[in-house]
């Protein structure tokens, strides 16, 4: 079964950034969509955002916490979805989580693949 692998979290002051990685050991003809999930200690995990990987361009969708701040990217070569994380703030602090499914949805519970996560804690 694929596995994803999530590198890149850490600790970050206020108005730093950061670049999440998600490497998929494998490709599966259902992949249709990657997405970046998170979660805050006592929260939900909710949708960040999203990218439609079956096209050079790809679609995406970005949360509206995150929209001008944060980019989702693929690189189709590596098999791999990125979150670039600009100006970050405290409430940005949660473990984010990878995960793939076969459409668009920003319902956690939806997606069929996942991550084991990787922290990310922002500092004020």
């Known amino acids: 079964q694929a596995q994803l692998v999530e590198s890149g979290g850490g600790l970050v002051q206020a108005g730093g950034s950061l670049r999440l990685s998600c490497v998929a050991s494998?490709?599966?003809?259902?992949?249709?969509?990657k997405a970046w999930f998170r979660q805050a200690p006592g929260k939900e995990r909710e949708f960040v955002a999203a990218?439609?990987?079956?096209?050079?361009?790809?679609?995406?969708v970005h949360s509206d916490s995150v929209k001008g701040r944060f980019t989702i990217s693929f690189d189709d070569a590596k098999n791999a979805v990125y979150l670039q994380m600009n100006r970050l703030k405290s409430e940005d602090t949660a473990i984010y989580y990878c995960?793939?499914?076969?459409?668009?949805?920003?319902?956690?519970?939806?997606?069929?693949?996942w991550g084991q996560g990787t922290q990310v804690t922002v500092s004020s």
């Open positions: 494998e490709r599966t003809r259902t992949t249709n969509f």
């Open positions: 995960a793939e499914n076969s459409y668009f949805s920003k319902v956690p519970r939806d997606y069929t693949l």
């Open positions: 990218i439609f990987v079956r096209a050079s361009d790809g679609n995406t």
